[in-house]
Nanobody, 116 residues
Framework: QVQLVESGGGVVQPGGSLRLSCVASGFHFNNAVMRWYRQAPGKERDWVAVIITNLGSTNYADSVKGRFTISRDNDKNTVYLQMNDLTPEDTGVYYC?????????WGQGTQVTVSS
């Protein structure tokens, strides 16, 4: 059974930082493409960042480029999203997504609120 469990969300002031984690199980993590998405209130779910297999190649949405960093620890089956210089526009539920041999799966999401 595939599981993706996100953590690390919370309330932070503008300019602050958070580090999200997503622990994966139930599939071969090393070969999976891992992505982060977010969904702001009343809006569609948007792609944020991707990291590709063992090569570690990454890509980011323009809105987060230079502020967010995606990384992975294959020994811990975990993908991270380091978020710096947060703004209120970064508020939303952040979801971990795995694209693996068995298909595609989502985590339950973790809430990030940026507010003064």
């Amino acid at each position: 059974q595939v599981q993706l469990v996100e953590s690390g969300g919370g309330v932070v002031q503008p300019g602050g930082s958070l580090r999200l984690s997503c622990v994966a199980s139930g599939f071969h993590f090393n070969n999976a493409v891992m992505r982060w998405y977010r969904q702001a209130p009343g809006k569609e779910r948007d792609w944020v960042a991707v990291i590709i297999t063992n090569l570690g190649s990454t890509n980011y949405a323009d809105s987060v480029k230079g502020r967010f960093t995606i990384s992975r620890d294959n020994d811990k089956n975990t993908v991270y999203l380091q978020m710096n210089d947060l703004t209120p526009e970064d508020t939303g539920v952040y979801y971990c997504n795995a694209d693996h041999r068995g298909g595609e799966d989502w985590g339950q999401g973790t809430q990030v609120t940026v507010s003064s």
